[in-house]
């Protein structure tokens, strides 16, 4: 390949290389083809219009964002050529030419996992885009939504017509890969074990298929989360900053003598206090790159 072609690529690619920037490009591919205007952009993001311009610069100079005005709003949209040429080009030399990356094993695992998650099978309406507010959804990353998934699939699991903080701690321990999953089983709880206790605690429902919400100490938790992630100065939620959410909840509920959520319960019985769970979280999520 021509050396101009690589540096396009990789010029594609550095473009593609921001937290911010990457989130854009995810939010202008769901409104495609009208795009959004910057002040939605801007509040999606929650920042500044001054940081907002460069990353939007970035990836205009790139071709992967066209713009326009209309009358006295910019709307802001993703160029799908530009992202074809760049998946083209990876199939092409990772597939194709060097067949480094075989693309039938590749369809053959996306329709294994998609069949597996049985989650994935809900009607659209029920989909987690539904389920959460925009505010919040528009700002999880790839583990976090993981988490979500995961707790959709625990309350299945049990036939229950609900999410509740329970099964999102245990979306947290089933993610696995995190931090939080490990700072949880460093602290003595283990997946297995704690589905048990889970299902002593609520029992087995009679799920019907219909909508499956949240409850509202679930939807507190993550607001929690999100604000976690902007005091932390994160611009995506990530498994650390929900397992902070479920911490902080707990905390709430203690400190104004509320029923304490089944979440709450199983994390109080750990030996480890609220204090320093919150402390070791957050020092981890210090050491990260804003």
Same mark, same amino acid.
């Given at each position: 390949m021509k050396k101009?072609?690589?540096t396009r690529y990789a010029d594609l690619l550095a473009a593609l290389g921001s937290t911010a920037r990457l989130t854009i490009v995810r939010l202008l591919v769901k409104k495609h083809?009208?795009?959004m205007m910057e002040g939605e952009l801007q509040a999606r993001l929650k920042i500044p219009q001054a940081k907002l311009a460069p990353h939007l610069g970035k990836l205009q100079q790139q071709g992967l964002v066209r713009s326009r005005r209309e009358g006295k709003y910019v709307y802001h949209a993703i160029d799908v050529n530009i992202l074809?040429?760049?998946?083209?080009?990876f199939y092409a030399e990772c597939c194709v030419r060097r067949r480094v990356v075989d693309w039938s094993k590749v369809s053959e695992m996306k329709d294994e996992w998609a069949n597996e998650q049985h989650f994935l099978e809900i009607p659209d309406e029920d989909d987690l885009e539904h389920l959460v507010d925009t505010a919040i959804y528009d700002r999880l990353g790839g583990k976090a939504l993981q988490v979500l998934l995961l707790a959709r699939n625990e309350a299945a699991r049990l036939q229950h017509n609900f999410? *509740? /903080?329970e099964q999102i701690l245990l979306g947290v321990m089933g993610e696995g890969s995190g931090e939080a999953a490990r700072l949880l089983k460093s602290w003595g709880m283990e997946l297995g074990q704690t589905r048990k206790l889970v299902k002593e605690f609520i029992g087995e429902g009679? *799920? /019907?298929g219909e909508k499956v919400p949240l409850t509202p100490k679930a939807k507190r938790?993550?607001?929690l989360s999100l604000e976690e992630a902007i005091e932390g100065g994160h611009l995506l939620i990530n498994t650390e900053h929900i397992l902070l959410g479920l911490i902080r909840e707990w905390q709430d509920s203690r400190?104004?003598?509320d029923a304490l959520s089944v979440a709450s319960q199983l994390l109080s019985q750990l030996s480890v206090t609220s204090k320093t769970m919150l402390e070791?979280?957050?020092?981890?999520l210090g050491g990260m790159s804003l």
């Open positions: 101009d072609n690589i083809p009208e795009g074809e040429d760049l998946l083209a080009f999410i *509740g /903080t009679r *799920g /019907t938790v993550l607001e400190e104004n003598e070791e979280l957050r020092s981890h």
